[in-house]
């Protein structure tokens, strides 16, 4: 499977709801396309100016993610979640520690930073916070790697719903990182993390059915979920980059006729 090489290449933000304002119930569906009005991000830049605090998370989420009009900036998403980090937010805490993570051109990665905030998150119990803290555990990212602190960080974290936690669960399962090996229970969790349109969930439970893995080989939902993952842009591209039907030529054609016109070349790639 793909998703140690890209999952944390994958938003960290899914779909979580942040409450009470458009602006973020705009940001919840992360695969939606659009454009948001100009009028409409300027008044929450005014907000956030003034410090109302959730605008400061919504704005911080628009330019950590980039899209719907919007630039993406690190730089501009770092002021607006330290703004409310300063104020006592959880979740723009660990959106603070998944920027020092992962790191970019404009901000080095930091451990130690990451973890500080992670903490603060994982302390006011938000989800995000603890899956981050799970994945430096899972990964020994400046701390020793401990599957068991990873399994339970992701554990309090997809009890709350959170997809990331459900899905590093669910690789857990799979490969069997610190508890036994367990392919339904894999199962379990990537179907969760689907339910909230992880790509990588989609990816996933789409090979366990290709291949049988724990269940009942089924093609029909195996090219179901892969035409999921087809039409997930820029991350469905990276992941089928993977031959996925190499030794099933009708699941590879049903794979060709599910996408339709266009699609033949994206499906000729997985042969």
Request: one cysteine or more; aromatic letters at 12%.
């Amino acid at each position: 499977m793909l998703y140690v090489t890209v999952s944390q290449g994958v938003s960290f933000g899914g779909g979580l709801a942040i409450q009470r304002i458009r602006l973020l119930d705009e940001l919840e569906n992360g695969y939606a396309t659009g454009i948001l009005d100009n009028d409409l991000i300027e008044y929450y830049q005014l907000l956030a100016e003034k410090g109302d605090v959730q605008a400061q998370v919504g704005l911080g989420q628009l330019h950590y993610q980039g899209g719907k009009g919007v630039e993406l900036d690190y730089q501009k998403a770092l002021h607006y979640f330290t703004e409310a980090a300063n104020a006592g937010n959880a979740m723009a805490m660990a959106y603070l520690g998944k920027i020092y993570l992962d790191g970019s051109d404009e901000i080095p990665s930091n451990n130690d930073t990451a973890f500080k905030y992670f903490k603060k998150s994982s302390e006011l119990n938000n989800p995000v916070g603890l899956s981050g803290l799970g994945l430096m555990y899972l990964y020994g990212r400046g701390v020793e790697k401990d599957y068991s602190k990873a399994y339970q960080f992701f554990l309090q974290a997809a009890d709350q719903g959170w997809v990331d936690g459900q899905l590093q669960l669910g690789n857990m399962y799979f490969s069997g990182l610190g508890v036994k090996k367990d392919f339904k229970m894999a199962n379990k969790y990537f179907s969760l993390a689907s339910q909230s349109g992880h790509v990588l969930a989609y990816y996933n439970l789409g090979q366990m059915h290709s291949q049988g893995t724990g269940m009942l080989r089924s093609c029909p939902t195996a090219v179901e979920l892969f035409k999921n993952v087809a039409e997930r842009g820029r991350w469905g591209e990276i992941l089928m980059q993977e031959k996925v039907f190499t030794n099933n030529p009708i699941c590879y054609l049903r794979l060709r006729n599910a996408l339709g016109n266009g699609g033949e070349s994206w499906a000729d790639n997985q042969l």
